[in-house]
């Protein structure tokens, strides 16, 4: 997806993430193609429960609602993703893309179940 982790504000439950769409899924007219949109913001949503639990949650959505609201450029994205509200049974997860020079381009909300975090298999085994 060509994502890179940024940064981690605790206080905000607030993830900063980088994006650059590969050159395939780039549409004729030069923006990214909307389900890899969704995909990062997905990703930004998804990391900010994860690093707000201390990586022993991830989330598995509900649903996920997505307003883009201008064209999404080729070039490098920045993706935020915050937790909303934490509950036992269900957690409200937002997410925003941007350009380089801060206009949001893209926003959406999730709403998800909280599970434990799947631990990749051991390649020892």
């Known amino acids: 997806m060509g994502v890179e982790f940024d940064s981690f504000d605790r206080e905000r439950e607030e993830i ?3 994006f650059r769409a590969p050159d395939s899924f780039i549409t004729p007219r030069g923006s990214v193609q ?3 949109i969704a995909g990062f913001l997905d990703e930004v949503m998804g990391w900010a429960h994860v ?4 990586h ?3 989330p598995l959505n509900l649903d996920l609602t997505m307003t883009i609201l201008k064209p ?3 070039g490098p994205l920045v993706g935020k993703g915050r937790v909303i509200k934490r ?4 957690i409200f997860l937002e997410g925003e893309l941007f350009d380089p020079a801060g206009t949001l381009l893209a926003r959406a909300t999730s709403t ?3 599970t434990p ?3 990749a298999a051991s390649r020892d085994s």
Do not use: N, Q
């Not at 509950?87 to 269900?90: A, D, E, F, I, Y």
């Open 34 to 36: 909307g389900g890899l």
């Open 112 to 114: 998800a179940i909280p």
């Open 16 to 18: 900063t993430l980088r």
């Open 117 to 119: 975090r799947p631990v």
């Open 72 to 74: 999404v450029p080729a």
């Open 87 to 90: 509950g036992r049974r269900v």
């Open 56 to 58: 022993a949650e991830a």
């Open 51 to 54: 690093w707000a639990t201390d």
